[in-house]
């Protein structure tokens, strides 16, 4: 049996880690910026998701925010310090921060509430899995700053959502609410605020027993096979379930031979 959720975490780092059993609860912790993205963040970021990548224990991981906000993108203050908008941009994402989230072989679960916007909304969309709380509000504002989504959003919304959506939300930065959320396919659940880390700890919960080459498999024919067509998707499938079963196999031989040793 699984301890509570962790309590309301310290306002002090970027980002906060906190390992509970073999779940990782990674929070994004500039509240009173609305845990807007900058430069301290995405260093602890990428080292946080570096030390889940390389941890063999962990099952599971859950992204939340801190405060009012799950994240609201970058922190617009940086732009005024680089000669452009491009520029702040690259000192934002020299490290390929959304590539290691997306690289993780867990499964990684979004618990958004509040503003979820422009990269936060991004981070959600790189998640296996969405939560919302019914407070939360999402938007894909870029267009309006001159530039297009850049945290892979223009690529994976549309893997997550229908075309259509996801190009009405990329071009026209409108605002949708949790509902409507769910409704085109950003997030699996809405619930209460606050039920949300408690929903999000059932649901990692339950990822978490399942086994992790299953896991890794099936998030890479997901991943890997729409990239091609579906003949070629079948074949990628067909394949790594042969290896499954083939490391399975491998796995109940090596059972057995130690309970004979015994």
């Given at each position: 049996m699984h301890d509570s959720p962790p309590s309301p975490p310290d306002p002090q780092p970027a980002v906060l880690y906190d390992k509970r059993d073999d779940i990782a609860w990674v929070t994004l912790n500039r509240p009173d910026k609305l845990n807007a993205?900058?430069?301290a963040m995405r260093d602890a970021l990428y080292e946080v998701l570096s030390a889940a990548h390389d941890d063999p224990e962990l099952r599971a991981l859950v992204l939340r925010g801190a405060g009012n906000a799950f994240s609201t993108g970058g922190d617009v203050s940086e732009f005024g310090q680089a000669p452009s908008p491009v520029a702040a941009r690259w000192i934002r994402?020299?490290?390929?921060?959304?590539?290691?989230?997306?690289?993780?072989t867990i499964p990684t679960v979004a618990a958004v509430h509040?503003?979820?916007?422009?990269?936060?909304?991004?981070?959600?969309?790189?998640c296996d899995v969405a939560i919302a709380a019914e407070d939360a509000r999402f938007c894909l504002p870029e267009t309006g700053l001159g530039m297009i989504p850049g945290v892979a959003g223009t690529q994976t919304a549309p893997r997550r959502l229908k075309p259509g959506w996801a190009l009405d939300l990329c071009i026209t930065?409108?605002?949708?609410?949790?509902r409507q959320a769910l409704f085109v396919g950003l997030v699996a659940k809405v619930v209460p605020r606050e039920t949300l880390d408690e929903t999000a700890?059932?649901?990692?919960?339950?990822?978490s027993r399942l086994p992790r080459e299953c896991i890794v498999m099936?998030?890479?024919?997901?991943?890997?096979?729409?990239?091609?067509?579906?003949?070629?998707g079948l074949e990628l499938e067909e394949r790594l379930a042969r290896r499954l079963a083939v490391?399975?196999?491998?796995?109940?031989?090596?059972?057995?031979?130690?309970?004979?040793?015994?």
């Open positions: 993205y900058n430069v994402f020299r490290r390929d921060v959304w590539g290691r989230l997306r690289a993780l509040g503003f979820t916007v422009g990269g936060g909304m991004e981070m959600a969309l790189l930065g409108r605002w949708i609410d949790a700890w059932q649901m990692a919960d339950r990822l099936a998030k890479r024919a997901v991943a890997e096979g729409l990239n091609g067509p579906l003949a070629a490391l399975q196999g491998r796995s109940a031989r090596q059972t057995r031979s130690t309970t004979r040793r015994r």
